[in-house]
């Protein structure tokens, strides 16, 4: 949360009026004018029309992500150092590390839906009464993964250019940039109150995404 709303406090250009509001229509214009899969005849014939504004909304949305693409990289780094002023300098490089690992994650959420699946009668069963139980073993699986698989992780990822998606540096450009600073300390802590309110308010949210997955598969 604190990188999210770094964006904001250090003037992204990417999250102002009125880049924001472009980049919003575009991707929306863009989701509109997208071909239907397994189109009838008539949607056949929209598809064709689509073509040319489809690819005119296409080629301003890559104008748009060129010529915001640097400014949008360096906002990534700030965003980064507030974030590391909201839970340490420890907690955001920790976070970047786990990023490294989203495979494994992937991996233990397919097994369980899996897993899930192979109850038969009782699937819907488990699925509402295993929703918590589900993040309590992704937790433990996360907990799990011995130092030295980051550190391998973190080698393939400088090797190979790992960022989250096409606008965020390199994962390993951000991390280093944060250790060679000067570490801080968290300035949002918590208590076991808030803690306890946090999840009472998120719980609905968390439940539903887990019938989900348990209910339909993760396919991630």
Request: charged letters at 25%; glycine letters at 6%; one cysteine or more.
């Amino acid at each position: 949360m604190g990188h999210e709303l770094g964006h904001y406090s250090n003037g992204d250009t990417r999250h102002g009026l009125v880049v924001s509001t472009a980049y919003h229509s575009l991707t929306t214009w863009l989701y509109y004018f997208a071909p239907t899969a397994r189109p009838s005849a008539l949607d056949m014939v929209v598809n064709v029309l689509c073509v040319v504004p489809r690819l005119l909304v296409r080629g301003v949305l890559s104008l748009l992500d060129h010529l915001t693409l640097r400014a949008t990289q360096r906002a990534e780094y700030l965003a980064d150092r507030e974030a590391a002023r909201a839970a340490s300098t420890e907690a955001t490089v920790g976070l970047m590390d786990r990023l490294l690992t989203t495979d494994s994650v992937a991996v233990t959420l397919r097994r369980e839906a899996n897993n899930a699946a192979l109850t038969g009668p009782r699937k819907a069963r488990r699925a509402d009464a295993g929703t918590d139980e589900l993040w309590r073993r992704l937790a433990a699986h996360m907990t799990s993964v011995p130092e030295y698989e980051y550190e391998r992780q973190r080698r393939v990822g400088a090797r190979r250019g790992h960022s989250v998606d096409a606008t965020h540096p390199p994962t390993h450009l951000r991390r280093t940039s944060l250790l060679t600073g000067t570490p801080v300390t968290a300035a949002v802590v918590t208590d076991g109150d808030r803690e306890d309110r946090i999840a009472a308010e998120l719980a609905d949210a968390r439940g539903k995404v887990a019938r989900r997955i348990v209910r339909d598969g993760f396919d991630g």
